[in-house]
């Protein structure tokens, strides 16, 4: 009998190895047979459970690979191999808990098993534990360093997930980069390594890696959606409509590719599609909370403001913590003078990512309105562009008045500019280092804290303004004829989210330059060589060019009798130096020149010219043609 047995065992034995071998060919229903056999002669035999439990998982019916598993497991409680089958399995069944139980288990028989710290990694990420994760996967490869190692690639592609999940994009996308060295084609790390760069904004390398990535998988959607995001980031709108217009003929319901068309025509000035195209977006998925935002967002582009305001609260009624809602739903109350919530609303802007990387990380509190400051060091910090710093360094005084020592961090070309304000202590320019304050204040955060409403906004001015020793460098460039002289500025900078409806064409701007009795200067740093021999042929002054900072700027502002600008900081700093200045605003403005004023309660000196449809510079601009015509007239002053 005895001897019986052991052939019995022998000869299930050489079946299992069979299968196994089989198993290991991918010939899995040869291989399942077998299994099946074994189990039929010996229903309790452990290794043909286990291995068939493992060919159910590989064929995906977990439910089933669970079962057998299982029993292997009951049948063997300490056997590592099937502690981390069963642990996988349970990951495939989303039960992440238990799956990280059977991994910890495993590791408490074989420390330095690297299959066990990669599933425990996975299983951690499926918690949401990224940081864990993370550190477990740095264990699996440490145990596992060689590219020929089994799930090395794996380990490194899922390490690169956990990364992004922290917002560590710039690791993240070197682990996916390694994880290519050792598998160049695989779609899914070609997509995500793309999607990391294009966290970090390189777009261009971005692209690169999804273009590869549908080389191999031509109609993947969320290659093709992630590829859409990046072509809109590199102000590429038509061809983002055309990558969405492809997903759409993959799948017509994609909600979003929907979305993302509605962002591609938003970026090219085609506001009904682009409302349109939110629309269809939302019949897909009604909680999208993107595409409520994007339709908001179309509407406040098309100055229907109420409508828009109804889009972001529907966005904040399904999460009221989303920044795009918040942050969009508070400049649409700024524009329409709601300074009471808008102002609080506008502290979104914080929480996303464009401006996230940019906030203050002091070891001191931010000071939000407190009345005393009697013997405080307040530090005040510049955001956003150099306009934005103009406009509300006027609240510097404000915060002096209170009893601080202010300090004031600025962008570098600002820099000797700011030191007039009025209750400026000292003034600090990007990069250099900061003395010890007790306080600090983003500009933008002032008039929340000075509870700014429509008939409190600070403005005096002038509040900044040239030394006599700038105005003397630049005093003998300027003509002295008794003519008007006017400082122009056609375009602000092209890296500003909404340079194209805000700046103007010169050969559109051109048709001003054409007054008689005029000297028109150039306030424009930057200027391409087309715009060069424009300015050239009317005569302009072209003086832009050779200023290095804006203490530059201002002293030749100074002695201008009206600047017409763009929306851009050079109108900022002729309204804060209380000169006449004339502002062309799109259809849809900026928050700050609220809707449908001619004047501006921000700069009672200057004038806002506004379209009257979107991209339309013409009846503003053939406007401001017959006012300077009649100004022109006038008998000329004394200089």
């Known amino acids: 009998m005895a001897k019986q047995a052991t052939a019995r065992v022998l ?17 899995l229903a040869e291989a399942d047979q077998i299994y099946r056999d074994i189990l039929a002669t010996d229903p309790h035999h452990v290794a043909a459970m286990h291995l068939s439990g493992v060919l159910k998982h590989q064929q995906g019916q977990s439910g089933e690979a669970l079962r057998l598993v299982g029993a292997a497991l009951q049948a063997q409680p300490g056997s590592a191999d099937v502690l981390t089958s069963y642990g996988a399995i349970l990951i495939a069944l989303s039960r992440y808990d238990e799956a990280l139980a059977r991994f910890d288990a495993v590791l408490a028989l074989r420390p330095d098993d690297a299959g066990a710290h990669y599933n425990r990694g996975n299983a951690l990420g499926g918690l949401g534990r990224h940081g ?51 598998e160049p084609d695989r779609t899914d790390t070609l997509t995500n390594y793309g999607t990391a760069l294009l966290a970090l904004e390189r777009c261009d390398e ?34 983002a409509q055309s990558n969405y217009d492809r997903v759409l003929a993959i799948d017509p319901a994609s909600a979003a590719a929907l979305d ?17 195209s ?20 179309a509407l406040h582009n098309m100055k229907r403001m109420e409508e828009a305001r109804a889009s972001y609260a529907a966005a904040l009624a399904i999460n009221p913590q989303d920044a795009d809602a918040n942050f969009n739903a508070a400049l649409n109350r700024l524009c329409l003078g709601d300074f009471r919530d808008g102002w609080k609303q ?50 510097a005084p404000w915060v002096a008045a209170l009893g601080a020592k202010v300090i004031l961090g600025v962008h570098r070309p600002l820099a000797a500019l700011m030191a007039s304000v009025p209750g400026v202590s000292q003034v600090i320019a990007d990069g250099e280092t900061l003395p010890p304050f007790d306080l600090y204040c983003p500009l933008l955060s002032l008039p929340l804290a000075f509870e700014t409403e429509l ?50 064409p010169l050969e559109r701007f051109a048709t001003l330059l054409s007054g008689a009795r005029v000297d028109f200067v150039n306030l424009q740093k930057e200027v391409g060589a087309s715009d060069t ?62 809707l449908d004023r001619t004047d501006s309660p921000w700069y009672p000196t200057m004038r806002l010219f506004r379209q009257s449809a979107v991209d339309d510079w013409g009846a503003p601009l053939e406007r401001l043609c017959r006012e300077l015509a009649a100004l022109a007239s006038r008998p000329p002053k004394p200089r």
Request: aromatic share 8%.
């Open 11 to 27: 000869q299930l034995a050489q079946a299992v190895e069979q299968a196994l071998t089989l198993h290991r060919a991918g010939r």
């Open 132 to 182: 864990e994760a993370l550190a477990s996967y740095d264990r699996a490869l440490a145990a596992a360093p060689g590219l020929t190692e089994p799930g090395f690639t794996d380990a490194l592609y899922n390490r690169g997930n956990a990364l992004a999940a922290l917002d560590r994009n710039q690791e993240a996308a070197a682990s996916f980069e390694a994880a290519l060295i050792a």
């Open 206 to 239: 971005a692209l690169a890696s999804f273009d590869k990535a549908l080389a191999r998988d031509p109609d993947n959607v969320v290659v093709l959606l992630n590829r859409g995001t990046a072509l809109i980031k590199l102000k590429r709108p038509a061809e």
């Open 260 to 276: 993302g068309r509605g962002r591609a025509f938003a970026a090219l000035g085609r506001f009904a599609e682009a409302l349109d």
């Open 278 to 297: 939110h629309d269809q977006a939302l019949r897909v998925t009604p909680g999208f909370v993107a595409a409520h935002v994007g339709r908001g967002n």
């Open 346 to 395: 506008y502290e979104y802007r914080w929480d996303r990512k464009e401006y996230r990387a940019h906030r203050p990380n002091f070891p001191r509190p931010q000071w939000r309105g407190e009345k005393d400051l009697q013997g405080k060091v307040v530090l005040l910090t510049a955001e956003q562009g150099l306009g934005d710093a103009i406009q509300f360094v006027r609240y």
């Open 455 to 504: 008939a409190t906004i600070p403005a005096n001015v002038p509040y900044i303004g040239p030394s006599p020793e700038r105005i003397a460098r630049w005093r003998d460039r300027l003509p002295p004829n008794d003519k008007l002289r006017i400082g122009i500025c056609w375009a602000g900078n092209s890296t500003h989210l909404n340079d194209r409806n805000r700046s103007v």
């Open 533 to 594: 021999a424009i300015l050239s042929q009317h005569g302009v002054h072209q003086l832009g060019q050779e200023f290095v900072d804006f203490a530059d700027t201002a002293a030749v502002i100074a002695m201008l009798d009206l600047v017409i600008s763009v929306d851009t900081s050079v109108a900022h700093l002729a309204g804060a130096m209380a000169k006449a200045v004339a502002v062309l605003i799109p259809f849809s403005p900026d928050f700050r020149w609220m």
